[in-house]
């Protein structure tokens, strides 16, 4: 009998072989059909002490198996009895008091010198916990998707768990070739997902995903492998570790990147429309300030330039030719320089958008031959102007004068800007826009006025600024840098639009927008009769005006006019005058802008004690009398100031007569 | 999984596990004995899968083309054993089997002759414990080596008009240092595999009334 059994160990030994979980040994010998058994395996089998360590039928193997195990076991069995070299196998065993144990029994065959068996010793290993954890952990596997497998360097295969086979749609083994398990993956660029040496050797961490095909159905799914790399002492490792499919969670990730993704695009988008509208918003406010800056200067500037034109338009009136020739230019002078003032004033108010606009349905192609003298006088003989107006312009509203005023800006802009001459040209056509089709400009009908030029052009840096007030690109002195401003109010202010295309070198193109307006052209209005019109002493007026150098101009060039006048500081102080019947009062002159009472509650609460009184109103800046749009309200009379001795005795004249008839 | 025409009963299956892992543990031994090194052999799990199934299982496994050992043989149940390794692994093989004392052009020449050699012990090993266990005697032919895929290893008897039935035995073999492992499959036609469970039984009858 060989010494290979533990069964001849003293009791010490095989105290310490229980405590390792080993219950038992035997000693199956085959030539003389016989079998020995240890007293932990006699006490497991529920067979007496005294028959451990004697020779017993070898069919006593097979007494404590578990009925159900016990075919395949003696089956097994007379595998080994019949030469087979490894015993691995794991059966019940039902104890003396009924309870049922899990065991592995291991054994080999050993053989004599002529290769036939003659023993076959084993080792009865009590693995009733270990089968309750193997449950544990098979349950585990497939109740949570995670797979097993592990790989010896220099074996070409890995042991598996059936989980793993299932996750990468392989046939279901123990062991599957490492060649296998690669071959699944749809790339090696995320390494093997069982790394051979020598690169397993080099790995610090199992942790990895990876895509692959599954074998059963094609499906491309995302693996993740985590484990641990154990290096045995002899220099080879073995590599343990699990892999669960994570392709749920990747298409996840991907869902929400792109979520995030499209949420930044989202949040830019929002944040550069509010930028706009910001921008937009900062625009009109800076506009908005200095419109209302400009105003309150062109009030009073107004009030005074009245004062100074008014009063040198008297002495030039009243000293006739007699005068010394240089007095007479040195006044004209004076006086050309308040009228420059004026022009100025009224730049800013158009800019601001508070000019008082007179609009008249017009025909722009009439406007525009009235305009060729002009033209050709503010342009120099280098500049070939060419005004081209299509046929059947549509009519359009806006204030002629004005209208005039910025055709005649823009010409200019484009003489300055083609300093060695070239041609000028201005045309008119009518334009159906499609949305977008300039930035800025609704689409509708419009007949656009545009002035070309190809001088030397703008970038689009500065094309962005043209329209702020007093940029100018210029040299100081040329320009006042309210010319476009002006355009841009003036357009706005007409409900319309403009548009500038220009690049370096290659000339600008500024276009006006100007809506369509249904109906005909009005005749232009008669030319206004130069010589000043006189009153009656019959006529009394009411002048009420806050300043007193513009009210005691004013009551002189009235009186001069042969009006009876009357005055007051206030609109206080002119109730008290018309709520007074001994005097018959003609016609009310009112400024707008006064502290307490406004001119416009004025007149209102003046036609309530006489409601056949006119009104005349008279301002620099009458933000109250002309409506949002810049429209002069109907049944309103205004007299811009500054105004002269001409233009006061014109007005009074129409607005007396008007209202007679 | 296709329910086969024929299939054999758990215990059947048990019996014939245990008598190929017989032969396959002889095989193991004489193969260390050649090679000199660590063989692991794994117990043998069997199926019985018709021919194209059997090219699949074994295409699903191996991604390079293959190479075989084939033996016939003759007795009560016939049929052919074949040992397969991937290609990729013949020279390995050879070179194990030689004692890696060769060279490459060496192993070359000799790979045909070494493969049919150590063919012959693994398949004789297992054909001739099978025979011996089941108290039947059998006769085979000389090893031949031939090479393909998994179809033309699994259906070279396709003017047969009964597609035969596939013994197959994963037996992965592990040789340490080495990149080697195969498969042991015995193609059997319907009558053989039938003679075969018959002779199971008998062995499984044998067994148990040992109990006595």
């Not at chain 2, 290893?153 to 992965?172: H, K, M, Q």
Request: hydrophobic share 40%; aromatic share 6%.
């Amino acid at each position: 009998m060989p010494e290979t059994g533990p069964s001849a160990g003293s009791d010490h030994v095989r105290k310490l072989l229980a405590a390792a979980g080993a219950s038992g040994t035997w000693d199956w010998n085959i030539s003389q059909n016989r079998l020995r058994i240890d007293a932990p395996f006699a006490e497991l089998y529920g067979l007496d002490e005294t028959q451990a360590d004697t020779p017993l039928p070898t069919a006593t193997f097979f007494k404590a198996v578990h009925p159900d195990d016990r075919a395949r076991i003696r089956i097994a069995v007379a595998g080994m009895v019949a030469g087979a070299e490894h015993f691995s196998k794991e059966f019940r065993v039902v104890t003396a008091d009924g309870t049922v144990l899990w065991v592995h029994g291991r054994g080999e065959t050993h053989f004599d010198q002529d290769d036939q068996p003659e023993s076959f010793t084993g080792l009865l290993i009590d693995v009733t916990e270990r089968k309750r954890t193997e449950e544990r952990l098979r349950v585990a596997q497939s109740a949570g998707g995670v797979g097993t497998f592990e790989y010896s360097d220099g074996f070409a295969t890995v042991a598996v768990s059936s989980e793993f086979c299932r996750l990468l749609g392989l046939h279901p083994a123990n062991i599957l070739p490492v060649r296998t398990i690669n071959a699944v993956l749809t790339s090696a660029d995320a390494g093997m997902l069982i790394p051979e040496a020598p690169h397993g050797a080099q790995m610090e961490t199992l942790d990895g995903t990876f895509c692959v095909i599954r074998n059963d159905d094609g499906e491309r799914r995302w693996i993740t492998r985590r484990g641990e790399i154990l290096h045995d002492g002899d220099g080879g490792y073995r590599l343990i570790g699990v892999i669960y499919d994570v392709t749920a969670a990747k298409a996840q990730e991907a869902a929400l990147r792109d979520l995030n993704e499209t949420l930044e695009t989202r949040i830019e988008t929002a944040l550069a429309e509010r930028q706009l509208i910001e921008d937009a918003l900062r625009q009109a406010q800076k506009m908005e300030a200095v419109g209302n800056l400009t105003g309150g200067i062109a009030h009073d500037f107004n009030n005074l330039l009245t004062i100074i034109i008014g009063n040198i338009d008297t002495v030039l009136r009243r000293s006739g030719t007699d005068r010394d020739p240089r007095e007479q230019r040195s006044l004209g002078n004076a006086l050309k320089g308040a009228e420059r003032a004026a022009a100025l004033t009224q730049r800013l108010l158009a800019f601001s958008r508070r000019q008082p606009l007179a609009p008249k349905t017009i025909d722009i192609a009439r406007l525009l031959t009235g305009m060729s003298d002009l033209l050709t006088r503010s342009i120099a003989e280098t500049i070939a102007i060419r005004v081209v107006a299509a046929p059947d312009l549509w009519a359009v509203e806006a204030d002629p004068n004005q209208l005039e005023n910025v055709i005649l800006n823009l010409a200019v802009n484009a003489r300055d800007a083609m300093p060695d001459g070239g041609p000028l040209t201005i045309e008119a056509k009518n334009e159906v826009i499609g949305a977008d089709a300039f930035a800025g400009v609704p689409d509708g009908a419009y007949v656009v006025v545009s002035v070309s030029d190809d001088g030397m052009g703008m970038a689009p840096e500065t094309v962005a600024q043209v329209f702020d007030p007093f940029f100018t690109t210029k040299e100081v002195g040329k320009g006042t840098g309210l010319g476009l401003s002006m355009v841009y109010g003036f357009a706005k202010q007409s409900g319309g639009h403009v548009h500038i295309r220009s690049a370096l070198g290659a000339g600008t193109t500024v276009s006006l927008f100007l809506p369509r307006q249904q109906g005909a052209a009005e005749s232009p209005d008669e030319p206004d009769a130069v010589a000043a019109e006189r009153g009656r002493p019959s006529e009394t007026v009411l002048v009420v005006e806050d300043d007193e150098d513009v009210r005691a101009y004013t009551v002189g060039v009235l009186r001069e006019l042969g009006y009876h006048v009357m005055e007051a500081v206030d609109g206080i102080t002119a109730l008290q005058v018309l709520g007074r019947d001994d005097q018959p009062i003609s016609l009310l002159l009112t400024d707008v802008v006064m502290p307490s009472m406004s001119g416009t509650e004025l007149a209102d609460a003046a036609r309530s004690l006489r409601p056949e009184l006119k009104v005349l109103f008279m301002s620099g800046y009458p933000r109250d009398t002309i409506s949002p749009d810049g429209r002069i309200q109907a049944g309103v009379d205004l007299l811009s100031k500054p105004f002269t001795f001409a233009s006061l005795s014109q007005k009074l004249r129409q607005v007396m007569d008007h209202a007679e008839g | 999984m296709i329910t086969e025409p024929i299939s054999l009963a758990e215990l059947e299956r048990d019996a014939l596990t245990e008598i190929v892992n017989i032969g396959v543990s002889r095989a193991a031994s004489n193969l260390r004995k050649m090679i000199g090194g660590e063989v692991l052999l794994s117990v043998p799990s069997i199926d019985v899968v018709s021919q194209r199934r059997a090219a699949r299982l074994i295409s699903e496994r191996e991604v390079s083309d293959l190479i075989a050992v084939r033996q016939n043989f003759q007795g009560p149940f016939s049929g052919c054993a074949l040992l397969i390794f991937p290609e990729t692994n013949s020279l390995e093989l050879v070179r194990a089997v030689t004692g890696g004392e060769l060279s490459t052009a060496e192993l070359v020449e000799m790979e045909h002759e070494a493969l049919a050699e150590t063919g012959n012990v693994i398949l004789n090993s297992c054909l001739a414990t099978m025979a011996n266990m089941l108290k039947r005697s059998l006769q085979m032919t000389i090893p031949e080596v031939i090479r393909g895929s998994g179809a033309t290893l699994f259906e070279v008897d396709e003017t047969n008009a009964s597609e035969g039935l596939v013994l197959f035995l994963y037996i992965n073999f592990s040789v340490r240092k080495h990149d080697i492992r195969g498969y042991i499959a015995m193609i059997m036609d319907l009558p053989s595999l039938a003679t075969l469970k018959e002779l199971l039984d008998e062995f499984i009858q044998r067994v148990m009334s040992d109990d006595a």
